[in-house]
């Protein structure tokens, strides 16, 4: 195996937008050296003063050849810049031999550098925030005490939901606000998901089509699939004894959702990329989360199984925060989680190459008990 290169200690966080909270204050605390890249530094050096980061962190204006410039071989790269961005900065850490992180979903782009990051000794974190991230710790979590409790060798069957969603806390008649890119929103509605139902591999064209009434600790809630599912079966180490009744990642919307938001997906469903793209301003513009609104994030994921022998075993995970004066829910949810990757990577225990947040059982266990020190509560429900 290819050595880990060292980390240096600086920190280079790209991106202030609505997902960065707190977990950007911990890496002040913990890095050597922090800089934070935004349009212009101006605006860097005024994010830096909302968060109280004044003369903790340097701000930057970002641009991938300015960014390169300042990186040396171990500093971490923190993007926090849309999806299809990440790929341009992972080049410019394998170019320059720095450790690469991120919250989002492992692109094809991304993934077809992991092999020259990983012979160069560099970590490639991603699916780090909220959703992904937490969502896989609960889930890792879940699986390791079924298989403790069924035992891997026994034929079950079993049924994993697991639920997400940014929602207002006071609800609205659009039944949402938008707490991150509302791009992203629009466009994962207009993905395909395929999913598990009734032991059946199921696609959903249209994703809301797919919408259901779903309860959490007796609030109604409405959930439909998001993405596809299947590759998480593998990825949350579930015995191959065991067969899935259902299996479905999804978001997760207050009751009412549907009907508030039937106009748009009439747009969804005609629209192209352009007027997506200006739907989702005008959205944006006439429901953001102001600093007089406070947003809710509600994770909800759930495993039951049931043994041919007999056996049972039934266990949820569920975080649910609002947010407060100084940051959203959903900017505390993303960042910390994200930041404690970083500093695994400062530390030197996360080993080159592609790591997702919860890759193990015990990685999991661990973050989720330095998450709950660092504020990020949830419960645990298990029964036989």
């Known amino acids: 195996m290819t050595d880990l290169v060292p980390a240096s200690g600086t920190v280079h966080w790209v991106g202030a937008g609505l997902s960065t909270g707190s977990g950007l204050a911990r890496l002040c605390e913990t890095a050597g050296r922090v800089r934070l890249w935004h349009r212009t530094e101006e605006r860097a050096a005024a994010a830096l003063a909302e968060r109280g980061l004044t003369g903790r962190a340097e701000p930057r204006a970002y641009t991938v050849p300015a960014l390169t410039a300042e990186l040396a071989p171990g500093d971490v790269v923190v993007s926090m810049l849309p999806a299809p961005e990440h790929a341009g900065l992972l080049a410019a850490c394998v170019a320059r031999r720095a450790h690469f992180a991120c919250s989002s979903y492992v692109s094809d782009a991304v993934l077809e550098q992991v092999p020259a990051a990983a012979g160069a000794g560099l ?102 699939p998001n993405r596809d599912s299947l590759p998480f079966v593998a990825q949350y180490e579930l015995p191959p004894e065991w067969k899935p009744r259902t299996f479905v990642r999804g978001t997760l919307r207050l009751e009412g959702w549907l009907r508030a938001w039937d106009s748009v997906f009439e747009e969804l469903k005609g629209g192209d990329d352009d007027r997506i793209a200006a739907l989702a301003r005008e959205l944006a513009a006439r429901y953001p989360t102001t600093d007089a609104d406070r947003d809710r994030v509600v994770l909800a994921v759930s495993l039951d199984v049931q043994g041919t022998d007999g056996q049972t075993w039934t266990g949820g995970c569920l975080l649910d925060l609002v947010g407060d004066e100084e940051e959203s829910a959903m900017a505390r949810c993303v960042s910390r989680p994200l930041a404690l990757g970083v500093t695994h990577i400062l530390d030197g225990s996360l080993p080159p190459g592609l790591s997702r947040a919860a890759e193990t059982a015990a990685r999991s266990a661990r973050w989720l008990r330095e998450l709950a020190l660092d504020g990020l509560e949830f419960t645990l429900r298990v029964s036989r």
């Open 123 to 224: 970590v490639v974190l991603t699916e780090a925030g909220l959703d992904p991230g937490i969502d896989h710790l609960f889930a890792h979590s879940l699986v390791a005490r079924a298989r403790e409790a069924i035992g891997d060798a026994t034929a079950a069957s079993y049924r994993l939901t697991s639920y997400c969603g940014g929602v207002p806390a006071e609800p609205n008649d659009f039944r949402y606000r938008f707490s991150w890119a509302p791009g992203g929103v629009l466009g994962a509605l207009r993905s395909p998901a395929r999913y598990i139902e009734d032991g059946v591999e199921t696609t959903a064209v249209r994703p809301w089509e797919a919408t259901r009434r779903h309860t959490v600790e007796g609030e109604a809630f409405e959930v439909y």
